[in-house]
């Protein structure tokens, strides 16, 4: 399809392709996902720019940004709200292919990260439109050559989108720069939040995948425990350290009965990860059920030597240490 930034009347803003016609190539070539190289590059991707470029959905979750060098401001999550009221309060409310591509540009120079949480309290506060809500948010995510206005786009399907935008969701969240915008965006919108959210998981990889299962943190849905698992076993070290910091503050406030199986499951996957698998290991070696225990020991076991904390070598050394059988034996 063409590359530039269409809206209903024909109007354009740009000549850039689109972050949808982007996904939508890669999901012909590649299937659903995780696509190759986590998406990258956008089309939006500056090769000359000295700026640093992080994978994936790495920035938003890192990187807390200042004004841009040439000292442009970007505008705050109220001004924006003020933007979207004035645009879809107006007596005669018409997005019109020149008001679309003003807004495009401003948003283009925001940051979502900083601005996504206090637009959407702002928006939920005025009581804006939802079908005008999903509408822009359409239009943007379809149409959007940047990232930026592409992201809001999502946020604003995120407060008046509904099952509808399902799959636009979860095509565009495909891509792991995405992914925490569509996956906030599915939690909100549909009926099914944690299974729309879980299907994404699957979909994507690296930071993307971290940011899906961030979402679904507070799930109480049993079923939904495979999403933790399955991104654990598919990550690399470097992601699989975030993913285990994820998971070790949510068993904390998990029952003991759920805390015990999650622990069995995580003793057999950290056999993969010693590197970063101690404190959740720990857990499980003080677990009330003694098959976690000894699994966890197992697993303790395994690690190479050179990879253990001292206190993983340690609680090792002394479980290797024989007990004499009569206690009045150790006595000298």
Same mark, same amino acid.
């Given at each position: 399809?063409?590359?530039?930034?269409?809206?209903?009347?024909?109007?354009?803003?740009?000549?850039?392709?689109?972050?949808?016609?982007?996904?939508?190539? /890669?999901?012909?070539?590649?299937?659903?996902?995780?696509?190759?190289?986590?998406?990258?590059?956008?089309?939006?991707a500056?090769?000359?720019?000295?700026?640093v470029?992080?994978?994936?959905?790495?920035?938003?979750?890192l990187?807390?940004?200042?004004p841009?060098?040439?000292?442009v401001?970007?505008?705050?999550?109220v001004?924006?709200?003020?933007?979207?009221?004035?645009?879809?309060?107006?007596?005669a409310p018409?997005?019109?292919?020149?008001?679309?591509?003003?807004?495009?540009?401003?948003?283009?120079?925001?940051?979502?990260?900083?601005?996504?949480?206090?637009?959407s309290?702002?928006?939920?506060?005025?009581?804006?439109?939802s079908?005008?809500l999903?509408?822009?948010?359409?239009?943007?995510?379809?149409?959007?050559?940047?990232?930026?206005?592409?992201?809001?786009?999502?946020?604003?399907?995120?407060?008046?989108?509904?099952?509808?935008?399902?799959?636009? /969701?979860?095509?565009?969240?495909?891509?792991?720069?995405?992914?925490?915008?569509?996956?906030?965006?599915?939690?909100?919108?549909?009926?099914?939040a944690?299974?729309?959210?879980?299907?994404?998981?699957?979909?994507?990889?690296?930071?993307?995948?971290?940011?899906?299962?961030?979402?679904?943190?507070?799930?109480?849905?049993?079923?939904?425990?495979?999403?933790?698992?399955?991104?654990?076993?598919?990550?690399?070290?470097?992601?699989?350290?975030?993913i285990?910091?994820?998971?070790?503050?949510?068993?904390?406030?998990?029952?003991?009965?759920?805390?015990?199986?999650?622990?069995?499951?995580?003793?057999?996957?950290?056999?993969?990860?010693p590197?970063?698998?101690?404190?959740l290991?720990?857990?499980?070696?003080?677990?009330?059920t003694?098959?976690?225990?000894?699994?966890?020991?197992?697993?303790?076991?395994?690690?190479?030597?050179d990879?253990?904390?001292?206190?993983?070598?340690?609680?090792?050394?002394?479980?290797?240490?024989?007990?004499?059988?009569?206690?009045?034996?150790?006595?000298?």
């Amino acid at each position: 399809m063409t590359g530039s930034w269409r809206v209903r009347n024909g109007g354009a803003a740009g000549e850039s392709p689109t972050l949808f016609d982007h996904a939508r190539t /890669l999901r012909g070539r590649h299937g659903p996902g995780p696509w190759p190289g986590f998406g990258d590059p956008l089309p939006d991707a500056r090769p000359d720019s000295a700026r640093v470029v992080l994978v994936g959905g790495g920035e938003d979750a890192l990187v807390r940004h200042t004004p841009d060098s040439d000292g442009v401001v970007p505008p705050t999550g109220v001004e924006l709200a003020d933007h979207l009221e004035h645009l879809l309060l107006a007596p005669a409310p018409s997005i019109s292919g020149d008001r679309l591509r003003s807004l495009h540009d401003l948003l283009a120079t925001c940051e979502p990260i900083e601005v996504a949480d206090q637009l959407s309290a702002e928006v939920r506060r005025r009581g804006l439109p939802s079908d005008g809500l999903r509408r822009l948010g359409r239009q943007l995510a379809e149409h959007g050559t940047h990232r930026a206005p592409v992201k809001i786009g999502l946020v604003l399907l995120g407060l008046g989108g509904d099952i509808r935008d399902r799959e636009l /969701l979860l095509l565009l969240g495909s891509l792991d720069e995405l992914t925490l915008y569509a996956a906030v965006a599915l939690h909100r919108s549909q009926p099914d939040a944690d299974l729309a959210v879980h299907t994404l998981a699957q979909r994507v990889a690296g930071w993307g995948r971290i940011q899906a299962v961030r979402t679904l943190r507070d799930t109480t849905d049993p079923v939904l425990d495979p999403t933790w698992f399955h991104a654990l076993r598919t990550s690399d070290r470097r992601h699989a350290a975030h993913i285990l910091d994820l998971a070790e503050r949510r068993l904390a406030t998990t029952p003991r009965p759920e805390r015990d199986h999650a622990l069995l499951l995580f003793a057999h996957l950290l056999r993969r990860h010693p590197e970063h698998g101690w404190p959740l290991l720990r857990s499980a070696l003080t677990s009330s059920t003694p098959e976690v225990r000894r699994t966890a020991l197992t697993t303790l076991t395994g690690w190479p030597v050179d990879t253990l904390t001292r206190e993983a070598a340690d609680h090792l050394r002394t479980t290797r240490t024989p007990r004499p059988e009569n206690p009045q034996e150790a006595r000298p």
